[in-house]
């Protein structure tokens, strides 16, 4: 076991190991070793360490490139011996004497360091110092050489965990019949608790899993499944579990695999209660309960509830059309098959990466392209690091990166990922700075006869620099508590409650068309849909938000942390800068921008991709959602299973073509 007596001593059942990276340690090539000399290794010593090393042998006045190898070793090695030195100051002060000091060497002082380390901020300190590798005793293993010696069927337990799940599988079923009569009637028991616990890992899509995949990479997606799985081989009872979007990420047919696990939680007598979009996996609810009407201020309320054929019936119901199929799946105009590669084409040629095979892939110009397959089948590995890296290498005329054997791509200009990335590090990034509307009301506010009257200009409505921001928070809209023994606590400011302004500010009043009155606090309290009402006469700042609106973000509101948004808003929320412009030459790659979204919300999707494909561009989806699936010009899909049993291209073609290959899992599925 890794945790007790099997584990590697080395790593303690890690797999690896912290040491002293030496690079972080020495100053710059072009700074001398002196007491003013900026150095990294330097923060960690005494001010006094210069007038030892001259003592132990170590020159300090050249470069740090021109000391010799033994001068080198002192430094990073040194052995800890005590000088009796003569100390001047070279700030002019009288304080020189004469004092004994040990040295301590580079590599000392950081391991030193990072044995007293008491806190996360102490560690943050020392952290820059060292450097993550695979424990050199276990290989990266965590087992001691004696876990790894014994042999089952010719391989050690180590090569064992290496394998993926479904591979294990398959080597496990063998076991017993590789041993002993004597030892079977054991071995099968053992096997048979094996195969029941994998089953339910392999029905949710994990198979492409090794046992020992450190947990800290899995998705939320998978470490959700993983979780189900466990509950599922726990047999609880009496039980209420409440399962956050399990379908993200998931093919259509890993989620026949989740609501098998489901089906199985409620057989063993507990409760299972679902948020999600998908419908396929609420075509299997008991009961649904429909919030809405709309999204942010507009919703909040249950405006349906009960079986499937009762929200069928339902005129109120929005998700009930998708449940019956009384609204098409799809909705836009495709190009036909013959037409396909007429604007033309990116030609990617690759080799073995990872678990993907070498792959030839033709990818449409000016169409939407949509790639999908099961979880781990190769999507991310084609798109992500192999045609983006490519093009972009292509476009700047670099080197191409070492596994993109050719690509071809003569009318592409540039490339643009818009993936779920946090927008911004700080609270001081809102919704309404990163859509350039802050800025455009500012001006506007400064316009207003309370502004002029008051000598305000627009720089003073600036939440990060201006006289009207909140003295408190300083314009953040929250202050931090300093709790004892416990983290720090952010709370709303409790003299702006949040707003970020002064009370002076709620002063200075605007009135719109409609002969209303509102202040700059007011309007970024609004949501995208409310404000637009508001600023209906402000033409810069209505264009602004009508983009937002038409991207189905009109709930966000203006003040907003855009730190704060889920991936898929923040994906929407970097697209609006896109919109209205002629994108000719642009290839735009959106990884799974469904996460998280109704399936009206998905018909509005995909009314943004026809409107970039219009204007020029090139639109490449990663996803699994089969509403925009069906709605593709063009289908590459992967597989045909996932990791080792994926990696190539199963399908390619329209959406039909696909359908009609026996050979591609999501063909059955469309």
């Not at 990294?40 to 300090?60: F, I, Q």
């Not at 890296?389 to 003569?410: D, M, R």
């Amino acid at each position: 076991a890794f945790n007790s007596q099997g584990a590697c001593r080395t790593c303690g059942g890690t797999g690896v190991v912290r040491t002293v990276d030496q690079d972080t340690l020495v100053p710059d090539e072009s700074l001398t070793i002196d007491e003013g000399a900026v150095a990294p290794w330097n923060t960690l010593m005494w001010s006094l360490m210069t007038d030892v090393c001259r003592a132990m042998g170590v020159r300090t006045d050249v470069p740090f490139s021109q000391l010799t190898a033994k001068e080198r070793e002192i430094v990073f090695q040194g052995p800890a011996e005590k000088k009796h030195i003569f100390y001047k100051p070279k700030n002019g002060s009288n304080q020189a004497g004469e004092l004994d000091f040990t040295y301590f060497n580079a590599n000392y002082t950081v391991e030193n360091a990072l044995s007293k380390v008491k806190d996360e901020k102490g560690m943050k300190r020392v952290e820059k110092f060292l450097k993550q590798g695979i424990c050199p005793d276990c290989g990266g293993s965590r087992l001691s050489a004696a876990a790894r010696l014994p042999k089952l069927r010719g391989i050690a337990l180590d090569e064992a965990c290496k394998m993926t799940l479904g591979q294990l599988v398959s080597w496990v079923a063998e076991v017993p019949g590789s041993l002993p009569f004597e030892m079977r009637p054991m071995a099968e028991a053992i096997c048979e608790s094996f195969q029941s616990a994998a089953k339910r890992l392999m029905d949710l899509g994990l198979g492409y899993l090794s046992l020992d995949r450190a947990a800290a990479t899995l998705s939320t997606g998978e470490r959700q499944r993983m979780q189900l799985a466990r509950a599922v081989r726990n047999r609880t009872t009496g039980v209420l579990y409440v399962l956050d979007e399990p379908s993200i990420g998931l093919h259509p047919s890993n989620i026949i695999g989740l609501t098998g696990v489901m089906r199985d939680l409620i057989a063993d007598g507990n409760s299972v209660v679902l948020v999600d979009h998908d419908t396929q996996i609420l075509s299997e609810a008991d009961w649904i309960v429909e919030m809405g009407p709309e999204a942010g201020a507009d919703g909040g309320q249950v405006i349906a509830q009960g079986d499937i054929p009762a929200l069928k019936r339902n005129p109120v119901s929005q998700i009930g059309p998708f449940l019956s199929g009384e609204y098409r799946s799809r909705i836009r105009k495709q190009a036909v098959s013959e037409e396909l590669f007429d604007l033309g084409k990116i030609h990617l040629s690759t080799g073995e990466i990872h678990t993907v095979k070498p792959l030839e892939v033709d990818i449409p110009q000016g169409r939407l392209t949509v790639i999908t397959g099961v979880s781990g089948s190769g999507k991310t590995t084609l798109i992500l690091e192999s045609l983006i890296p490519g093009l972009e290498a292509e476009i700047a005329g670099k080197k191409l990166p070492g596994h993109v054997k050719e690509i071809s791509a003569e009318q592409i200009r540039q490339v643009k990922l818009i993936d779920a990335t946090p927008i911004g590090i700080n609270v001081r990034s809102t919704v309404a700075t990163y859509a350039n509307v802050h800025d455009e009301l500012r001006k506007v506010y400064a316009r207003t006869p309370d502004a002029k009257a008051l000598q305000y200009k627009a720089g003073d409505f600036s939440y990060n620099t201006g006289t009207l921001r909140c003295p408190t928070c300083d314009g953040t809209g929250s202050i931090s508590l300093d709790v004892q023994f416990l983290p720090d606590v952010e709370i709303p400011c409790p003299e702006c409650r949040g707003s970020r302004y002064a009370r002076k500010a709620e002063q200075i009043k605007r009135k719109n068309k409609a002969e209303k009155e509102y202040s700059l606090p007011e309007i970024m309290a609004m949501d995208v849909k409310h404000a637009l009402t508001a600023c209906e006469d402000l033409k810069a700042v209505r264009q602004q938000l009508q983009v937002l609106q038409d991207l189905g973000l009109g709930y966000l509101t203006l003040g907003e942390e855009t730190p704060s948004l889920s991936g898929g808003e923040a994906q929407r929320l970097k697209l609006a800068s896109e919109m209205g412009r002629q994108q000719s030459g642009t290839v735009f790659v959106f990884d799974e921008p469904t996460i998280g979204l109704h399936p009206l919300d998905v018909r509005t999707l995909l009314s943004v991709f026809d409107r970039l494909v219009e204007y020029g561009a090139t639109v490449l989806v990663i996803e699994h959602d089969l509403d925009v699936i069906s709605n593709a010009d063009y289908l590459i899909d992967m597989g045909p299973g996932g990791g080792m049993d994926g990696g190539r291209i199963v399908a390619a073609g329209t959406p039909a073509e696909v359908a009609a290959n026996p050979q591609s899992i999501t063909g059955k599925y469309l």
